[in-house]
């Protein structure tokens, strides 16, 4: 299993960067950077990729609606460039509460995007002159739509390699399913597993017997919050708040994929309470109700014994790549629990 971390769009990026060069010291093998409503993950990846030297890097997410796929592709051709091949293209769908009410875009047909979106980057990384007629996107835009004047191009510069990996950020069966066939890795959020394999076992296996052998085998790659110690329970606590974001404030009532997640996991009518709270305004009451038995399952915290004992679970389930949030202040200490798992993974 690998083991990568995150850098928080919160805030303190010169900080985590100098964190993340001792993490690559220690043997950190990725580092993602991630694209919500604040500054852009392209930036701060370039910036990344001068400061390192071995560690993949990753946009975690770029969203799909927010670029045209050909600038998608170019954006990640020159990443992987400046990197010398350490980059991977992570995208996903987003949700309607950031795509329409932040972008001012429509959110619609995300499976159909996607698969296009991978045809398309992959065509211009091969330096093919870009040709698509999809539903979603015509390239080059037909005469009637616009000046008539287009014609197919390709890529000028030739890019370090022709595969870039795609990564794509999944939890619908459907979009899992496609995941499990046209990409080389999978990012689901709040990973449980002990049911995972209920969730998306089927929709994994029904795109896997479509799957290209050249993709190699799914990463199956996951984001978990990590704490090692005798003393270090309480910040489970600190999870809380990410969770009710997601859970009770990522969409409307009704329209919230996190939601449907916690639904399916068992936790109907908790989901139900922590958005009822959440979108009502309360959101340290909607914190304080996400289940500890949730926070558990998706979250490394606790003694060495016990986070090894998790960890097995995690490596049953089919994890590839462990994403650690790590919770300990620190860069010293943040060395140390990367060094942990690496021993706890035997």
């Excluded at 985590?16 to 950077?33: H, R």
């Excluded at 004047?149 to 999944?170: D, F, M, Y």
């Excluded at 309470?273 to 289940?291: I, N, R, S």
């Excluded at 060395?335 to 035997?346: A, D, F, K, M, N």
């Amino acid at each position: 299993m690998r083991i990568g971390t995150s850098i928080s769009y919160a805030g303190g990026f010169a900080e985590s960067v100098a964190d993340i060069v001792e993490l690559e010291k220690a043997g950190l093998d990725v580092v993602s950077v991630p694209e919500a409503y604040s500054f852009d993950a392209v930036s701060q990846l370039g910036y990344l990729a001068a400061r390192t030297e071995r560690v993949e890097l990753a946009s975690g997410i770029l969203q799909i609606y927010t670029r045209t796929p050909t600038l998608t592709a170019m954006t990640a051709a020159g990443l992987d460039f400046v990197s010398n091949g350490r980059f991977a293209l992570g995208i996903g769908a987003s949700g309607p509460q950031v795509i329409e009410g932040f972008h001012g875009v429509r959110y619609d047909a995300p499976l159909a995007r996607t698969r296009e979106i991978v045809e398309i980057c992959r065509q211009v990384w091969r330096r093919e002159r870009v040709v698509h007629e999809g539903k979603h996107y015509q390239i080059p835009l037909p005469a009637e739509q616009g000046t008539g004047l287009g014609k197919p191009l390709k890529l000028i510069n030739h890019p370090v390699r022709e595969r870039i990996p795609i990564i794509l950020a999944s939890l619908g069966p459907k979009n899992v399913a496609m995941t499990a066939e046209i990409a080389e890795g999978w990012e689901p959020i709040f990973f449980h597993p002990e049911k995972a394999a209920s969730l998306w076992g089927g929709s994994l296996a029904e795109g896997k017997a479509k799957r290209d052998p050249s993709l190699g085998e799914l990463d199956v790659v996951v984001g978990v919050p990590v704490a090692i110690g005798e003393d270090v329970k309480h910040m489970i606590d600190w999870v809380r708040p990410m969770v009710a974001l997601y859970v009770g404030g990522m969409g409307a009532r009704g329209k919230n994929f996190y939601n449907e997640l916690a639904c399916r996991y068992g936790y109907e009518a908790e989901a139900k309470k922590v958005q009822d709270l959440y979108l009502d305004g309360k959101k340290d009451e909607a914190a304080a109700a996400v289940p500890i038995e949730l926070l558990e399952a998706i979250s490394l915290i606790g003694p060495a014994g016990y986070v090894k004992e998790r960890l097995a679970a995690y490596v049953e389930a089919g994890v590839t790549t462990l994403h650690a949030t790590l919770l300990e202040p620190g860069v010293e200490r943040r060395v140390q629990v990367v060094s942990q798992l690496r021993e706890l993974l035997g």
